[in-house]
Every structure is written in structure tokens, then in C-alpha cells.
């Protein structure tokens, strides 16, 4: 019985591989190009294309073989959309016992307050969380300070009016914009994301964070059009966003001294996204080695008393 589902799963896999490689062998990305998707010209998928069509192409009208070409490059711009993977980092927090290098938290928080916070809001942490344990551990004062750094508005007064008033350790981080209609306005129609759980949120979050924040390029595939007011980078979906470049050598002045390269800031910002969205971590991963210990005193126990109850009978 099970001999017989394998045979039928083998062939069904065998019939379904045949059958894609039968689809996309009429597709452009089956013409066979000597250079990189990203690199070719229109001359070169047409240059594929009449050389694939060969002697064919003399039955067929130009508007025919324009047609083919039209096709190839469409479906060849609709290949260089598909966002690339973000490789994976060496995170500190990577792994069952990893934890998060707390300077890199601290300059993180720099990096989203200086840079980032002008434009995206965090609105499920509060200021007060940046002391917690686990996290970038700034002191009570320190985090009085930032607090106040930051206007919230409160209210109602007495009078039933909302004011203005510098933040409190326990206020939330207040949202960058009035509203999202006010965010897309000042972004050209699209909306800055929430940054709270966006590490969590992606695939790959981190890695995706600083690969984003660092794969901006000029070198943009000759047959990519980006959409007006849109910018390419391959680790979008799409290959495009309304967000610029937002990091440069420098950018900001790192108050420990460390070199603020665009790596760098990548780098410490997406840890610290990743804290914001996952602020239990270490509390979490804390728990692996008692639990470990535990299980393995409780196997020689186990053990132990199993030779024990039958140590007199056979067996
Ligand atoms: C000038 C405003 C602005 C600033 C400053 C800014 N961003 Fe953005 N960001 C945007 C906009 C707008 C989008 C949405 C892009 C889109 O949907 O096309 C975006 C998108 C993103 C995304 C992608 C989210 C997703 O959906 O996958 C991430 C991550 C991000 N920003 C992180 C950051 C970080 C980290 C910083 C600080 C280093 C930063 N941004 C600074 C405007 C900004």
C-alpha cells in the first residue's frame, strides 16, 4: 500500500515538473540570454527573440514578431519585480541562547529618534519600556529626559480642550502624523508603516530592515521603469517604494563614539525594531537552559529508577 502512493506521488511530481518545464518553455525566460536579467536591453530580448523564432519568423507578420518582443520584455520586467531575499545577518539575538547587545539597542533608539521618527510612529511602545529589562535598559532619568523631548497631546482640560505638553515615561510614543491622510499627503500617497511590529511582521524581519535600509542603488536594471516619485530597491516587493534613502555615513552622531557608517545605523536600528517587537525575547530565551538542565536531571531520574524498579525481574 504505501509502495503504491509513492509510485503515484513520484509520478504525479514527475508530470508536474514536466508540465511547468513544457509552460515555460514558451516563456522569454526560456529564450536563453548570455547576461543577467538585470542587465539586458531591449536589443538583447529582441535579438533573442528573432533568433528563437528563426526561420519561423518569415511566416509571420512585423506586427507578429513586435508582439512576441512586447511580450518577452514584459514578462522580463515582470522578473526583475520580484523582490530579492534579504541574506541573513549574524545577529547577536540570532539562535536559542542569543540575546541583544545593548549598546546597539541604545544607538538604535538614536537612529529611529534622529532619522526614522520624523515619518513612522511606534505607537505600541512607550517611552518607559526603554528602561525595561531585556531591552536598551536606559536609566529612569535618561528616559525622563527622551520622554520630554517628545510633545503629546492630552486632554480634555476642564474647559474641554486637548493640549500640547512634553511626554511622560509612561506616554506611548506619540504617532508622527495627525492622521494618515496627513502622512500620505507628506509622502507622496503612500502611508509609513507602524514600526512597532514591523520586525516581526516581514519575513525575515531584521535582515529585511537592513537589507531595505542598505540595498538603495543607482544601478537600476536597464529595462525597470520606476513609477514617478517611487524608488528602486530590490528588496521591496515590487522593487519600488515611496520611502528615499534614508541613511548615509554619518548621518548621525552616535553619543558612544562608535563610527555611524550606513551599515551600521542599518544595523543597530534593525536590532532595535526588533526589540520593539519582540520585547520578551530575552525573557523568553531565558527560560531555554533551566528548562534544559531540568529535563535532563528528570532523564537520569528516570532512568535511574527504571534500573531500579527492574533490577530483579528478567527482561
Ligand atoms: C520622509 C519620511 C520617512 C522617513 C524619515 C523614514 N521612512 Fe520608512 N517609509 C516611509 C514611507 C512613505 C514608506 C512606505 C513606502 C511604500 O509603501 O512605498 C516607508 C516604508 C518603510 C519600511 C517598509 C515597510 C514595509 O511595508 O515592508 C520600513 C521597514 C521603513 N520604512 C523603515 C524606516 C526606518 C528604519 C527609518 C529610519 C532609519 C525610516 N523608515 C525613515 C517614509 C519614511
Given at each position: 500500500m504505501k509502495m503504491k502512493h509513492t509510485i503515484t506521488f513520484a509520478l504525479a511530481g514527475f508530470g508536474l515538473v514536466l508540465a511547468l518545464g513544457i509552460v515555460s518553455a514558451?516563456?522569454?525566460?526560456?529564450?536563453?540570454?548570455?547576461?543577467?536579467l538585470d542587465e539586458l536591453t531591449a536589443r538583447d530580448i529582441r535579438d533573442a527573440v528573432e533568433a528563437d523564432l528563426?526561420?519561423?519568423?518569415?511566416?509571420?507578420t512585423a506586427e507578429e514578431v513586435e508582439e512576441r518582443v512586447a511580450e518577452a520584455i514584459d514578462e522580463v520586467v515582470a522578473d526583475l519585480k520580484e523582490a530579492e531575499h534579504a541574506p541573513p545577518r549574524d545577529w547577536s539575538?540570532?539562535?536559542?541562547?542569543g540575546a541583544f547587545d545593548r549598546a546597539a539597542l541604545q544607538r538604535g533608539y538614536q537612529v529611529y529618534r534622529e532619522v526614522c521618527a520624523s515619518c513612522h510612529s511606534?505607537?505600541?511602545?512607550?517611552?518607559?519600556?526603554?528602561?525595561?529589562?531585556?531591552?536598551?535598559?536606559?536609566?529612569l532619568e535618561a528616559v525622563e529626559a527622551l520622554a520630554a523631548e517628545f510633545t503629546v497631546v492630552d486632554g480634555p482640560d476642564d474647559y474641554g480642550d486637548m493640549f500640547d505638553r512634553a511626554g511622560k515615561p509612561?506616554?506611548?510614543?506619540?504617532?508622527?502624523?495627525?492622521n494618515d491622510n496627513q502622512a500620505r499627503a507628506a509622502n507622496g500617497g503612500a502611508l509609513p508603516p507602524d514600526l512597532s511590529l514591523v520586525a516581526k511582521a516581514r519575513e525575515a524581519g531584521p535582515d529585511y530592515i537592513y537589507a531595505l535600509l542598505?540595498?538603495?542603488?543607482?544601478?537600476?536594471?536597464?529595462l525597470f521603469k520606476a513609477q514617478d516619485g517611487l524608488n528602486y530597491n530590490p528588496y521591496f516587493p515590487g522593487r519600488q517604494l515611496a520611502m528615499t534613502r534614508q541613511l548615509a555615513d554619518g548621518l548621525v552622531e552616535y553619543t558612544d563614539g562608535t563610527e555611524a557608517t550606513e551599515e551600521q545605523m542599518a544595523h543597530d536600528v534593525g536590532q532595535f525594531l526588533y526589540w520593539a517587537a519582540e520585547p520578551k525575547m530575552e525573557a523568553r530565551k531565558a527560560l531555554a537552559k533551566p528548562v534544559l538542565i531540568y529535563l535532563i536531571i528528570l532523564v537520569v531520574l528516570l532512568y535511574a529508577s527504571y534500573k531500579r524498579i527492574w533490577r530483579e525481574v528478567d527482561h
Open positions: 514558451g516563456s522569454a525566460l526560456a529564450l536563453g540570454f548570455d547576461k543577467p528563426g526561420a519561423r519568423r518569415a511566416g509571420m539575538f540570532n539562535g536559542p541562547f511606534m505607537k505600541y511602545v512607550a517611552f518607559r519600556n526603554l528602561s525595561d529589562k531585556g531591552g536598551p535598559e536606559f536609566s509612561f506616554d506611548q510614543f506619540p504617532m508622527a502624523y495627525e542598505t540595498g538603495y542603488s543607482d544601478e537600476i536594471p536597464p
